[in-house]
């Protein structure tokens, strides 16, 4: 569903759609109604594009380059972009740079890191928060979420390790059918050879030691190798870029993953959650 508000804060990228969309249809004399025929979508949908009430969904971008573009990929370029609009303020500045990062070290303590959510768990999660939000834009964000998970395709590979609090594997999100799927792919995932993860078990503490008593953090290195730590917590951000502050949390993270189960241990554990287990 389109959202009124969107009118007043979409971002320049889904401005700029917006206006090359609207600008080429008029000059080819076709109608909205006429324009949705040629990429599958309704006439209605495309004027919430192009009056910026709905911002443009990756599939529509695509059609939109098929039928509109002239081969000048303006609309396969701009899809990075438009996705980067529909972040939530505090997240656009670290999702560009999660996209280009050549290494990520990940510790989640709540809920399944979003790069490695299904779409029926992030559904859940999304939908399910606080301020309740419109359907239209829980999808927008759903959308949005999966999108990140090209990461894990892209050339060159990023290498990816993820330290999961095993309290996450055990909090129900959606019911019982969406955690199965979510577990099976936690172990999809841990059999990728750019990724690696461990779970920290609830016994961590048990030794009087427990590294990850400060909260979920997340290590960058950048294309230029420079690296940065991000920390997210209700609704507010910090992207950490000072050496001396990054030098202490990463070797914070290393004592977290040392304190988890190794690799086949934890992959052990999340097949045995998932019922998979032979």
């Known amino acids: 569903m389109a959202r009124a508000e969107n009118k007043e804060t979409a971002g320049p990228a889904t401005r700029l759609v917006a206006n090359v969309a609207r600008n080429i249809r008029v000059q080819k004399g076709w109608t909205q109604e006429q324009l949705g025929n040629e990429i ?21 971008l695509v059609e939109l380059e098929r039928v509109l573009g002239g081969g000048t990929g303006i609309f396969e370029e701009a899809r990075t972009h438009v996705r980067l609009d529909k972040y939530p303020a505090q997240f656009k500045n ?8 050549v290494g990520l070290c990940l510790y989640a303590t709540l809920v399944v890191h979003g790069l490695f959510q299904t779409e029926e768990y992030a559904r ?70 750019n990724v690696t993860l461990q779970v920290l078990p609830l016994d961590a503490g048990l030794s009087g030691e427990y590294a990850g008593d400060r909260g979920g953090m997340e290590l960058v290195e950048t294309p230029e190798h420079d690296r940065l730590v991000f920390l997210e917590m209700q609704g507010e951000s910090l992207l950490i870029k000072e050496p001396g502050k990054v030098s202490t949390l990463t070797q914070r993270y290393a004592r977290i993953r040392a304190q988890a189960l190794d690799p086949r241990e934890s992959l052990g554990l999340i097949e045995r959650l998932a019922g998979e287990q032979r």
């Open 40 to 60: 599958g979508f309704t006439g209605a949908a495309v004027s919430a594009m192009e009056t910026c009430a709905q911002p443009a969904s990756d599939q529509m």
């Open 94 to 101: 670290y999702a560009l740079l999660e996209q280009k990062a």
């Open 124 to 193: 859940a999660l999304i939908g399910g928060g606080y301020p309740p939000l419109s359907e239209g834009r829980v999808e927008e964000l759903v959308e949005a979420r999966m999108a990140r998970r090209a990461l894990f395709e892209r050339e060159p590979v990023a290498l990816i390790e993820l330290v999961l609090e095993e309290s996450v594997l055990r909090r129900t999100i959606g019911g019982e059918e969406v955690m199965r799927g979510q577990m099976r792919h936690l172990a999809e995932c841990a059999r990728r050879r």
